[in-house]
């Protein structure tokens, strides 16, 4: 089987090993356990709207008979849409035969992962007299087309791509095209998303012009996860778009592809067959003599490690070192998200196996295929397919052997212990934006305009920088000019000038609320734009603790206004955990303005807030306000 190409993953992976507990691997796991019932609904096997639940069409039984039957009239269709406008149909007389292919998977390696985001690949030879420079980032759709029992045509769409390679040889164009993927292999930098897996997934398909094709129920039908607000940013270590989007499949228990219309979609693999492959519908298939079964879960993050298991069974421990959404948050939140991934990896037992067979463009990756032999019907899942238009598929499903798996063990183990040492020296980065306007005013009270949480694993000391671009606002002042030959001050005709008054910006810095009264900067400004560069060290910072930085500004003589986004700033230092950890602390602030009270007004409302917490969770928390009337006993004048 040729390599996907371009084929950088999340950075997510897992290391399975086998786990022995009680009593040993059984013989029915050999090759089939039943299906536990997690996650999404399943329907029944082999019906072909099964298969089709991710495309656009169901995919009608009729065509389920012609793509089986002995022999089949097929054609390719699609058409190539040029940078220009021009399109060029793709049919049998303009493609070079059984030079069309599709080449993806959802696996790195021979073992099981959740997280992993591929880019599909399709390739072609196309007879044409145009230059191959007219076809680089041409619209390439691959359709597959197959003549029903009844002589009607059925068209099934294979994949939408973007032609990346066009080499010329004689009158032919050999082409190259990769999925919607590639739209997402962008830096990610700027402000951090956040949300439910839904809210995180709309941004991203809404940034990187990609359009997602789950709606809000079908992401939450994916998992228990899939309702836990989550954050990323940079310090979670995610440096692309197509990172971001692995991990949030990583938490769903599935992985991330792009579908037949060029959609971003987060794929689970099958619990229940969606096809049977007899041996008459398969050329070859190599079926492994043993089963995948996994009995535990181990995520391992920068503070804590958190297992899920089941008691008394034997199998594969599938460990995760390295899952950006699972280092923030309670040890209760995390531990829910381990056991949530768990039951739907508990569920996928299976049996590795390699299988070629008469092409089958309906069959995606994740479906999980029955191989029945003469003594059993094992079950596999396609980690990795080749589609070759009126040549053979091939279809494979990776595996660890759970007998072979222990020998790797404490190599593994090593090497993560390594690891961990390494990431406790590295720079860590918090980073902030302002998510609004700001305005300072000449009120005599501070603004606050930078808010950072961070925490130190162990003593250290870190660095703040930030860059802030501000508009200054004076104050007018009218000022009498002197009057020439008057000798009186007072002179009725004495003419005035408004000019600026002198505005001042004073910087304040807080620390864990207290102020750092030894330093705080003041600088004189003029009307208009200014670039303000803040700086302040941190040369003993406490371990093992949660820290908050505040700036916050004061102005006399004027304003400033700061726009939306104005505000980059940073804390850089080693020693620091991973990411935004939550301390347990919340903060809330409400401004009440001044009450009114009428002439005849003889009571004054009181208020009274309650605010009701519980565990984390996106729904469920409550907050109360509760205001009350007391009488007043004698008139006031001034009422707060």
Partial sequence: MGGVRCLATAGLFSLPFLVTKKVGL???????????????????????????????????????AAIRSPTRNDR????????????????????????VSVDNQCVSGQEL???SVYMGQASLQLRTALSSAAFYDAALQIDYEIQLADGSWYTLPVGRYTVAEAERSAAVVSLTGYDNMLKLERKFSGSAILGDAYTMLTQIAGTCGVELAQS??????????????????????VSTWRDCVGAIAQLLAGFATIDRLGRLRIVQFGETPCVTLSKNARTNAKISDF??????????TDTDTFTSDIEGESGLEMTISDMPLAESGTAEVRQGICDAVFTRLRALDYTPAAVTMPGDPALELGDRLALPTADAVPETLVTHLVWKFR?????KGVGKNPYLAGAATHTDAQLRSLQKQAGANKIIYYSFTNGSDIKVKDNGKETNAV???FVTTQDTSAMFLAQVLLTAEPDAEVVKLPVTGDTSSDFEGAATLEQDAALTLTVRYYLDNVLID??????????????????????????AASHRWSVRLLCAGGGVKIAKGQIRATITGQGMAVGDAWDGTLELEELVGRPTRTPVARKVLAIQDVVLAGTQKPIGDAAAEIITRLLRKAPARNIL
């Fill in 26 to 64: 059984s013989e029915e796991s050999h090759y089939k356990r039943p299906c536990r019932k997690v996650g999404r609904a399943v329907k029944p096997p082999y019906t072909i709207q099964t298969i089709s639940e991710r495309t656009t069409k169901n995919v009608r039984k009729e065509y389920r």
């Fill in 76 to 99: 390719i269709a699609g058409k190539l849409t040029l940078t220009d406008g021009s399109t060029i149909e793709l049919t049998d007389s303009a493609v070079i035969a059984g030079s």
């Fill in 113 to 115: 992962a959740f997280g």
């Fill in 216 to 237: 809000e129920a079908e992401i939450k039908a994916l998992s228990p996860n899939a309702e836990i607000l989550r954050q990323l940013d940079g310090s979670y270590r």
């Fill in 291 to 300: 089963s995948c079964h996994y009995a535990a879960l181990v995520i391992e």
């Fill in 391 to 395: 040549g053979e598929m091939t279809l």
């Fill in 451 to 453: 808010n950072l949480t």
């Fill in 518 to 543: 030894s330093f705080t900067p003041a600088q004189r400004l003029v009307r208009g734009a200014h670039a303000l560069a803040l700086f302040y060290p941190f040369p003993d910072l406490e371990g």
